[in-house]
């Protein structure tokens, strides 16, 4: 699976994340598949009602605006996203648990190096087996 986002959405989400820190940061994605490719075409920010550095609950109402807004431009809910603000850019054994959609994108923005974030995609199985996509930023 290959997941294409533009330039400029990932620099969004790369600079809402830094603003966010010592917290993780969260999102959602939208936009369409073609094939094997999921296109990003719309980031949503959202709260993490949490604000703490290890773990994120996304504000509810923020969700259900996220995906009305996405169903009226006629996209597709992907995934979201979050940040580790200290830890690599892998699914944690608590990311994995949460991740409760098979088919969903997870992606992740480390920044255990804050001048060089590492951003990844990942999808988990039913069986909470994580699989790494292929990220192309475009």
Sequence with gaps: MVIRIKKVDYDSIVRYC????P?????????FTDGDVKVIEKVYFLTN?????VHFTMDPKEQFAAVKDARSLGLTMLGNFHSHPETPSRPSEEDKRLAYDSTAVY???????NDNPVFKAFGV?????VIEHVLEIV
């Excluded at 830094?18 to 820190?21: I, M």
């Excluded at 993780?24 to 994605?29: A, F, V």
């Excluded at 992606?107 to 190096?113: C, E, L, Q, V, Y």
Aim: a negative charge.
């Design 18 to 21: 830094l603003d966010g820190l």
């Design 23 to 31: 917290n993780e940061s969260c999102g959602l994605i939208a936009g």
């Design 49 to 53: 009602l949490d604000h703490n550095n």
């Design 107 to 113: 992606m992740i923005m480390s920044f255990m190096d």
């Design 125 to 129: 199985d039913k069986d909470k087996n």
